[in-house]
């Protein structure tokens, strides 16, 4: 297959009982260079009460160091 597309996710514990998740969409060619077309940013506590999505701002205000990366091979 040259080409293909899918929804993918990866997160990321904060250590304070909470969980930074980012689903995305993507394509792909030759399974190598991967194109992230859309990304969706949640946050996850303990209980289900405590979760909601976050923008990208908000997101980086939770995690100072800098945006958590999405590459071509997670």
Not at 2 to 26: A, D, E, P
Request: hydrophobic share 35%; proline share 3%.
């Amino acid at each position: 297959m040259f080409f293909g597309w899918g929804t993918m996710h990866k997160s990321w514990h904060l250590g304070n009982g909470y969980t930074i998740t980012c689903v995305y969409k993507y394509f792909h060619l030759w399974f190598v260079l991967r194109f992230v077309t859309e990304k969706k940013w949640y946050l996850q506590g303990d209980s289900r009460s405590e979760d909601r999505e976050l923008t990208k701002e908000q997101v980086q205000k939770l995690i100072p160091t800098g945006l958590p990366k999405i590459n071509a091979y997670n």
